[in-house]
């Protein structure tokens, strides 16, 4: 069989992980399952990009939430490249529910809650190029 192509996804480790002091951790956990980081930002996002970051989700009734805990605190952006990066990355998060993600996965370990969820990660090319080009700007 074939190998999988060599993608980009990103990943965001979240203020409640970053203030918990886990952002080696976490990028460390993707380091040693082989997928490389090539770009990193740490910020504050503004509202305004936060708005933009999550404009996929914002006719939820949750979005008010969103843009404001992503811009409580700062967040660790990184672009990671290795082989079939976007699905593999989603299987390393775990579930988007902390009560729900399975324990070996990043949320399944250090999730405390539904907006605290330690970790965002795109979940196809096309919200890659758009979170990327948001998170990068
Ligand atoms: N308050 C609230 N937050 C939610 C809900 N569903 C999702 N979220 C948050 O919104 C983020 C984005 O949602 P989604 O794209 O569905 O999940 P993800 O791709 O696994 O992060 C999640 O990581 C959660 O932090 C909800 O029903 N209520
Ligand atoms: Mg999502």
Not at 25 to 46: A, D, H, Y
Not at 95 to 104: C, I, L, N, Q, V
Request: net charge positive; proline share 4%; aromatic share 8%.
């Amino acid at each position: 069989m074939s190998l999988p192509a060599v993608e980009r996804t990103l990943i965001v480790v979240k203020p409640d992980a970053v203030a918990r002091g886990l952002v080696g951790e976490i990028i460390g956990r993707f380091e040693r399952r082989g997928l490389k980081p090539v770009e990193i930002k740490m910020q504050t996002v503004s509202k305004a990009k936060a708005t933009q970051f999550y404009i996929v989700h914002k006719d939820k009734p949750f979005f008010g939430d969103l843009v404001s805990f992503i811009s409580s605190g700062p967040s660790v952006g990184v672009v990671l490249e290795g082989r079939d990066a976007i699905a593999l990355v989603r299987r390393v998060i775990g579930s988007t529910k902390s009560w729900e993600a399975a324990p070996g996965t990043i949320r399944g370990d250090f999730a405390t809650g539904l907006l605290d969820n330690a970790i965002h990660a795109s979940d196809s090319k096309e919200s890659f190029d758009w979170e990327s080009k948001t998170y990068f700007s």
